[in-house]
Structures are given as structure tokens and as C-alpha cells.
């Protein structure tokens, strides 16, 4: 069940996959701008290309898979929160503020069904994440799209109010290859305006020391601070904080 809370529909990647163009020449092959900086437009591009029928079926697939298993997990919360708030004798005021937060129609919890960001902000996070990468000497190999759940609590620990409370979500981590196998990572301070890369395991914990720059003396720190950092400050390549639907509308 809980499992289940962390799947997206497939769909949702489909769609921001095809977002991810940092920079593109139009009607041109690539043999036409061997040099280009940009990447080149292929009109007979297909890789991973799906029709809008396939997509639908994958939509409703995790609509009978997955939306009512979340939503018996997450009316269940309610339930038991329910029933412990009835046991606990309660003022006139936070009965009336409760009220105000209950769902008079009794309806189930609003499963997010896909998310988005903007089109021009997601071009800036990849020639962000390509210049970190490029600072430190590295070529990225792949993009994963982590999946994720947000909290069922007002605020994030840095201060940011949660806007989707108990919604899933995805988090973007680029990776560079060590040895045949892909990392994620943050970068680093390598002195003279040059960046290191510091490798992460799946689970965004310090991978250690054996698999990162063998050219860097320093040792990563294992909680770098990400918050009003310097320039040359530890700086994170993963995304997230897009927008999701329903809710809210």
C-alpha cells in the first residue's frame, strides 16, 4: 500500500520528457551543424514517442491501479485523525476551525493525477545543471525522475509552506557515470571558480569517498548547507516544486 503511494502515471513523464529541450535548431539534421552548441530538431525523432491511445490506456491504467488503493490510504488517515479528535474534549473555537476544515459533502481524498512546471524554467534547469556539470569537467549521462510524496504538514523544514499536502510528486536529479554506473550528485567548491561533482547514492545519501574525483583532495561534506550559499558554495542539481493536478485547482 504504501508503494502504491509512490507511483505516478506514466503519462506525467511522457509529457515533461518531452519539455526537456534546453536548446534547439529547427528543420536541420544534426550532420547539417556538427559543431552546433544547441541540440539539433529531428523531425522523424520517435524515441519514446507514444500515440495519444497508448497514453490514455496508461492513464487509465494507473486510474484502476493506483488512484483507489491512495485514496483507501489516504481516507484512512483521515478516519483514525477523525476518530482521535473525537476523544479529545475540544473549545467552542477549535470546533468551530474544525468544521471549517472538514469536507461537508464527505468527499475522498483528490488524487493528483499529473505534474507540470514551466516550459521556459525547466530550459533554464538544464543549461543550469549542464554548466554545473561542464564547471567540473563531467558530461551528464541520464535524468531520473524521482518519485516522491509531500508532507501532510504546513511547512518544510527551510520554511516553504507545502501547497500539496500528502500529494505525490517528482523530484529531477541529473547523473554522471562512475565505472559503468550512474550517480546524482550535487557540486562542490574546487577552487579557482571551478566546481567538483560529489557523488550521492539513490537515496540522495553521500555515496563516500571511494567513487568521487580521484583530482580532489578535500573531502565532501556529509550535510552541506544549500541555503543563501556563496557562489562557489555546494550547489544541488535536484528539482522539484512543480505544479500538480487536482488539487489544488
Known amino acids: 500500500m504504501k508503494n502504491s503511494k ?8 511522457s509529457l515533461i520528457a518531452f519539455t526537456l529541450l534546453s536548446c534547439v535548431t529547427e528543420n536541420k539534421t544534426e550532420a547539417d551543424c556538427p559543431d552546433c552548441p544547441c541540440t539539433v530538431a529531428d523531425d522523424n525523432y520517435n524515441n519514446g514517442i507514444i500515440l495519444p491511445e497508448q497514453a490514455r490506456k496508461l492513464y487509465l491504467n494507473y486510474e484502476k491501479r493506483r488512484v483507489s488503493l491512495i485514496q483507501d490510504y489516504e481516507d484512512e488517515i483521515d478516519k483514525r485523525n477523525s476518530d482521535k479528535e473525537q476523544k479529545v474534549p475540544k473549545t467552542d473555537n477549535q ?21 507540470y512546471y514551466d516550459y521556459e524554467d525547466l530550459k533554464k534547469y538544464m543549461a543550469y545543471i549542464e554548466n554545473e556539470a ?7 549521462s541520464t535524468l531520473r525522475f524521482y518519485f516522491a510524496n509531500y508532507p501532510d504538514q504546513d ?17 529531477m536529479s541529473p ?3 562512475r565505472n559503468d554506473k550512474d550517480y546524482i550528485f550535487y557540486t562542490d567548491d574546487a577552487g579557482e571558480g571551478k566546481r567538483r561533482i560529489v557523488l550521492l547514492k539513490n537515496d540522495f545519501q553521500p555515496e563516500g569517498n571511494k567513487n568521487q574525483d580521484t583530482d580532489s583532495k578535500s573531502e565532501a561534506s556529509l550535510a ?3 541555503s543563501s ?3 562557489y558554495a555546494p550547489k544541488s542539481t535536484t528539482k522539484n516544486e512543480g505544479n500538480s493536478a487536482p488539487p489544488p485547482y
Do not use: C
Not at 561542464?134 to 551528464?140: D, M, P, T
Open 95 to 115: 470546533k468551530s476551525n474544525n468544521a471549517n476544515d472538514k469536507d461537508p459533502n464527505g468527499a475522498r481524498f483528490d488524487v493528483a493525477r499529473y505534474v
Open 175 to 177: 547523473t554522471v557515470k
Open 155 to 171: 511547512k518544510f523544514p527551510d520554511g516553504k509552506e507545502v501547497v500539496h499536502r500528502r500529494q505525490n510528486s517528482i523530484m
Open 224 to 226: 552541506p548547507s544549500f
Open 134 to 140: 561542464k564547471l567540473a569537467g563531467e558530461e551528464l
Open 229 to 231: 550559499a556563496p557562489i
Open 6 to 13: 509512490l507511483s505516478l502515471s506514466l503519462i506525467s513523464y
